[in-house]
């Protein structure tokens, strides 16, 4: 669901950026307002999560392959607008240093997993648990909510990628940037999600959540109090999913949307093979990522993988703690 | 209250005195209630000057910090000495990036304050190389720029970790133990201790200048020469009576460690690890080119 650079035009990533300035502007507010100092380094923790989640690849219907996201997970623990800034902020990082997502199209990436994502989940969750009373309606609400965030959110990245025909095509007619339209892209963006990937954001939504209720409630409670209390066993889960993110490289083949600009002529969509490749694809914005594709010239894949799994893990632990402490000494002295 | 006749009798030509006293009208400067503002004066020289040496000083006297990891700091010093040496050596960027990712493990783990300390000394390091390496990026080896600003960023970082992570009486130990000549480490320890008590004493002499200054004060800049000068002064004399406490106390400027440091499992330990990142790093070399 990271859309790469090229694939949108500079104008729609532009709309999408727009779009989500008030929204970040409004959600740095409001965490202001709400959150507690101290469960700020928290949230790195979350982003974290939501960093690692989104390394491990599943093969989806179609030889593409998809990620979980967490931020129905952020989200719960954190209030949809926290989740908002930490899976920006994840998104970031994914997009500098490892050159997942694009730099162009950041704002638009931002829109359908840090926006649409959270929110929707989240907004499932708090009317699934408050008409079904006790813990049912709780799972209910994280199961459906996750699912539904994260099909929501395929949905968005595939009407982006499927106005781009619509809008802009060179004097030939062929393409300037993703050259799938909506009747295309929304079936193969959406089913495979609803298929698969949906079902383990869901999965991995609840079995976290449960996990951290049991073993470090402090971190699931909103109140302050001993708040990195207990962190053990997060911690340790962290490390336990850092250490299997090389089952992410089993999944062969690339994400819908996400080919390089050498294969996509040859990527076969309804039988049919694409044929050439899309004019700004070739001679748009380039960036070069210090660790492309998490990966690390000169170690095994597998390796590099691990390795950017930890420098992604502990870089947005310590954005957080020093958000945390500029936050800190930021506030009006009492 | 009344007052006691003994004292009455005693103390009655006094009293009198008094009285005829208060009859005598006050000078009319006495009178006249003072209307003096004193004029506007920046005096941020002062003021930042205290908390400069303060916030150094501060900095300095933090030794009795709890430790984190307790490894010894012998392997401490050696562990980050290495370092130095393999990540200046390394011609790939593979190294530096291992190094650096295990320096972001160890950050993520220290407290937010901590961090932001760290990472100042670290970038400011960095910006100045980058300036300085600047001209490379239009002389057409731009990478070497980038390269050297990120080796530079991670030996100062891997120093200020070693040095906000051990007191320095440790350190010092550690480079006893590791044979460095006694002179120097005394000398080191000898300026160590001194900085805090100058700057304590600078730190009075500027308090009292600022406490009688009032009002405008033009030639604030002189003072400065005065308190260097007073500064100076007390070293010396300092100086003197340290010698004299060495002389009386038979220090002949030898240290002596008492031998607690026996050769047990984690110096195995610490010294298959520093043969390993050898043996990494040169593996690392020979794959990555």
């Known amino acids: 669901m990271h859309i790469p650079d090229n694939y949108l035009s500079p104008s729609t990533c532009g709309v999408m950026t727009a779009v989500m300035v008030p929204i970040w502007a409004y959600s740095l507010k409001k965490i202001k307002e709400e959150m507690p100092q101290d469960r700020i380094p928290l949230l790195g923790v979350g982003a974290a999560f939501a960093f690692l989640l989104m390394m491990f690849n599943i093969p989806l219907p179609g030889g593409t392959t998809g990620h979980a996201v967490g931020g129905t997970l952020i989200a719960i623990l954190f209030g949809p607008y926290a989740a908002c800034i930490a899976v920006s902020i994840a998104l970031l990082i994914q997009a500098v240093l490892f050159g997942d997502g694009g730099i162009l199209s950041f704002g638009a990436n931002c829109f359908n997993m840090a926006f649409i994502l959270p929110f929707t989940g989240y907004g499932i969750y708090k009317v699934l648990s408050r008409l079904i009373p006790g813990a049912a309606g709780e799972k209910a609400g994280i199961l459906i909510g996750s699912y539904i965030g994260i099909v929501a959110a395929a949905f968005c990245a595939a009407v982006e990628f499927g106005i781009q025909p619509m809008l802009f095509t060179d004097a030939a007619g062929q393409a300037l940037y993703c050259p799938y339209p909506l009747g295309v892209s929304i079936p193969a963006m959406v089913i495979p999600h609803m298929l698969v990937a949906g079902i383990v954001e869901a999965a991995f939504t609840l079995a976290i959540y449960s996990f951290i209720q049991k073993s470090a409630p402090s971190l699931a409670r909103s109140q302050s109090q001993n708040a990195s209390t207990g962190l053990r066993p997060i911690y340790g889960l962290l490390t336990a999913l850092v250490i299997c993110t090389p089952l992410g490289l089993w999944a062969e083949g690339d994400a819908w949307g996400e080919w390089s600009p050498e294969d996509i002529a040859d990527v076969a969509q309804g039988g049919q093979s694409l044929g050439y490749t899309p004019h700004q694809m070739l001679n748009g914005f380039n960036f070069n990522a210090i660790m492309p594709d998490y990966s690390v010239a000169g170690l095994p894949d597998a390796a590099g993988y691990i390795l950017s799994a930890i420098a992604g893990t502990a870089l947005l632990i310590i954005i957080f703690k020093l958000i945390g402490t500029m936050y800190h000494e930021t506030l009006p002295s009492k | ?289």
């Open chain 2, 1 to 289: 209250m009344k007052p006691s006749p003994q004292n009455n009798t005693a103390s009655s030509p006094a009293l009198q005195e008094i009285q005829q006293a208060r009859t005598v009208p006050l000078p009319p400067w006495l009178v006249v209630s003072e209307q003096y503002e004193p004029p506007q004066d920046a005096d941020q020289y002062i003021g930042k000057s205290l908390y400069h040496l303060l916030s150094r000083l501060d900095a300095l006297r933090q030794p009795l910090q709890k430790e984190q990891f307790v490894l010894s700091p012998v392997f401490k010093v050696l562990l980050i000495l290495l370092l130095i040496i393999l990540i200046s050596m390394s011609t790939h960027i593979l190294f530096p990036t291992i190094v650096g990712t295990a320096i972001l493990v160890y950050l993520a783990a220290q407290p937010g304050k901590d961090i932001l300390t760290l990472l100042k000394k670290g970038l400011f390091a960095a910006i100045f190389t980058f300036i300085i390496t600047a001209p490379a990026i239009w002389l057409g080896h731009p990478l070497s720029c980038f390269i050297l600003s990120g080796k530079t960023f991670l030996t100062v970082l891997l120093v200020a970790i070693l040095s906000h992570s051990t007191p320095w009486n440790r350190i010092t130990a550690a480079l006893t133990m590791m044979h460095v000549p006694h002179l120097f480490i005394m000398m080191l320890d000898m300026t160590i201790q001194y900085i805090t008590i100058l700057g304590d004493l600078s730190i009075q002499l500027l308090q009292a200048l600022q406490l009688r200054s009032v009002g405008k004060n033009d030639k604030k800049y002189q003072s400065l020469s005065g308190v260097l000068g007073i500064t100076f002064l007390k070293s010396k004399e300092l100086s003197e009576e340290t010698y004299q406490a060495m002389v009386c106390r038979c220090f002949t400027g030898s240290y002596s460690i008492p031998r607690t440091h026996t050769f047990h499992g984690t110096t195995v330990l610490y010294i298959i690890i520093l043969i390993s990142l050898c043996i990494l790093f040169f593996w690392l070399e020979r794959t990555a080119s």
